[in-house]
C-alpha cells in the first residue's frame, strides 16, 4: 500500500501507539489500514461414493482441479458462500452442509472453510469459471493435477474418514514449503 484511501497522501509502514504490529498509517491523516486475511468457503460435494471437482477456467491454477470454492463476500456467512461457489463454479446445488474442514494459511493470509455436502442427483456442469466438472472415483481423482495444496488436504482427510464414517470437523494449517504426502507415478 502506499497511498490512503481516505486522503490520498501517502503511507507510511509503522507500528501505531497501543498496537504491536506493524501497518499501514497514512502520513496525512493518521488512519491506520488494516490489512486482514481473507477468507474462502467451499464445498466438498459427493454424490455415492464420487466427489465433485471443477477444472478451472481461470487463474490462479488454470486448468487444474479444485473443489468448488472462492472468496466469501461481504454480507454472506461462510455456509452462504460456500453454497454461492458450487452453483457458481459447478451449476450444482447439494443438500446436508456440514462443517467439514477450518485450514489456516498465514503466509498468504487465507483462512479455507469446507462444508462437505451432497448432491441430491449428478446434475452439474461447467461454468465461466470451470471449464470442466465431473465426478471422480477416489482412484481416478487427478492428484498431480490438483490446483492448490488445500484441496489435496480436504480430500485426504475426507477419504480417510469415508472409511470409518466419522467425519469430525478437521483443524489444520498449510505450511510453505508444502510437501504432498502422496506419491504420484
Not at 454424490?47 to 470454492?69: M, N, V
Not at 448432491?119 to 490438483?146: C, N, Q, Y
Request: glycine letters at 6%.
Amino acid at each position: 500500500m502506499k497511498f490512503c484511501s481516505s486522503c490520498g497522501n501517502s503511507v507510511s509502514l509503522k507500528i501505531p501507539e497501543d498496537d504491536n504490529r506493524e501497518r499501514h498509517v497514512c502520513d496525512h491523516c493518521e488512519i491506520i489500514h488494516y490489512q486482514n486475511p481473507k477468507v474462502i468457503a467451499g464445498i466438498l460435494p459427493v454424490y455415492g461414493d464420487k466427489i465433485l471437482l471443477c477444472k478451472r477456467a481461470i487463474e490462479p491454477r488454470h486448468g487444474f482441479w479444485t473443489l468448488p470454492a472462492g472468496f466469501l463476500e461481504n454480507g454472506e456467512s461462510s455456509l452462504q458462500g460456500g453454497l454461492r461457489e458450487c452453483m457458481e463454479e459447478a451449476n450444482a446445488t447439494v443438500v446436508n452442509p456440514a462443517l467439514y474442514a477450518l485450514f489456516d494459511i498465514p503466509q498468504i493470509n487465507q483462512v479455507y472453510v469446507f462444508y462437505r455436502a451432497h448432491l441430491e442427483e449428478p446434475v452439474f456442469g461447467p461454468s465461466s469459471e470451470s471449464s470442466e466438472v465431473a465426478l471422480f472415483d477416489e482412484a481416478d481423482i487427478p492428484w498431480s493435477e490438483l490446483a492448490f495444496p488445500v484441496v489435496e488436504l480436504a480430500l485426504d482427510y475426507f477419504l480417510e474418514d469415508r472409511k470409518t464414517g466419522d467425519f469430525a470437523v478437521k483443524h489444520d494449517e498449510i505450511k510453505r514449503p508444502w510437501k504432498s504426502r502422496r506419491v504420484i507415478s
